[in-house]
């Protein structure tokens, strides 16, 4: 589907919404990759559920990962 008929039909507002909805998502589906395989990486699993969290709210999630990293690294 071409831009301007995307345009005509939706609007662009909810032309910008979608692409930044996809980039986000896109980002989530990254970072949850990352946060995957350092889980795993300890010995872990990962239900599909916290997957798909991991991917919603990966920002923070990721916040959540760094905070709980630092902590165990100034610890040791």
Not at 30 to 49: D, K
């Amino acid at each position: 589907m071409e831009a301007q008929t995307f345009y005509r039909i939706f609007g662009k507002n909810n032309y910008i919404m979608l692409v930044l909805s996809a980039k986000f998502l896109l980002i989530g589906l990254i970072v949850s990759f990352g946060l995957e395989h350092a889980i795993r990486w300890t010995g872990q699993s990962v239900s599909f559920t916290e997957r798909l969290s991991m991917i919603v709210f990966w920002p923070l999630m990721a916040i959540v990962f760094v905070f709980n990293f630092i902590k165990s690294f100034l610890n040791d």
